[in-house]
């Protein structure tokens, strides 16, 4: 099974409309992230959090919002969808380790097309 | 801000040959880390390699190296006897070290693609 797993991993909706987009992971990491990939662009932060009480915007929160339910649980909501939410979203998650790179392992992504 | 540059949109090799992806990044930071990750089609984000900036010694992985030139802000990747399995995008990130330091920001990414 997988560590990180998204759902869905594809979604087609309509402007307007509330999207909740799910990421839960096995591998005991408290920090997790969202990001937003688009051609050209290459992946950009939306929010991170580093334990269940601790939530941050990062580069381009405008328009999203997110919720911790639970260590292992990191939600993306979009609220009122637009055309140019259509991306390719990825949740990540990491285990800061003093000393060592804090590095981050990915979902499969999920691919958001707003009409 | 950091930013991270890949000034090459799209490359192309032959298999078993040896490719060069580029990477330059601006920071004013001292202490930080530098990653390649690979995405297939599949669209999976795969860690390729990382870097921290404090070892002045060239991380490898197989074969996959790079070449980091702290003074010049350059993290180039080499890939050695490429594989059908190498096409893919490729994404530098850079990430700054530190408890608070580790949001990864992303170049545009690099096509890579192997041919037979």
């Known amino acids: 099974d997988a560590d990180v797993t998204q759902t869905p991993r594809n979604r087609i909706t309509k402007t307007g409309k509330r999207i909740m987009l799910e990421c839960s992971q096995t591998?005991?990491?408290?920090?997790m992230y969202w990001y937003r990939q688009d051609p050209g662009l290459g992946l950009r932060l939306i929010y991170y959090?580093?334990?269940?009480?601790?939530?941050n915007k990062g580069e381009i929160s405008d328009g999203y919002s997110v919720s911790r339910q639970a260590q292992a649980k990191f939600s993306l909501s979009l609220e009122s969808a637009i055309p140019n939410q259509t991306a390719l979203y990825f949740c990540a998650t990491s285990d800061y380790d003093r000393g060592q790179s804090d590095t981050q392992y990915f979902g499969p992504g999920t691919r958001l097309t707003v009409l | 801000a950091q930013t991270v540059t890949q000034s090459q949109p799209e490359m192309s090799v032959q298999e078993a040959e040896t490719v060069t992806l580029s990477c330059t990044y601006d920071t004013s930071e001292s202490n930080y880390y530098l990653f390649w990750y690979k995405q297939p089609p599949s669209r999976q984000m795969i860690l390729v390699i990382r870097?921290?900036?404090?070892?002045?010694q060239n991380a490898t992985e197989n074969r996959f190296s790079v070449n980091f030139q702290k003074a010049a802000k350059s993290f180039s990747l080499k890939i050695s006897d490429s594989q059908l399995g190498d096409t893919a995008m490729y994404f530098c990130a850079f990430m700054k070290s530190g408890e608070y330091g580790n949001k990864l920001v992303f170049g545009a990414g690099t096509i890579l693609r192997v041919k037979s």
């Open positions: 959090s580093f334990d269940v009480k601790d939530i």
């Open positions: 870097q921290e900036a404090y070892k002045q």
């Open positions: 591998k005991g990491h408290d920090r």
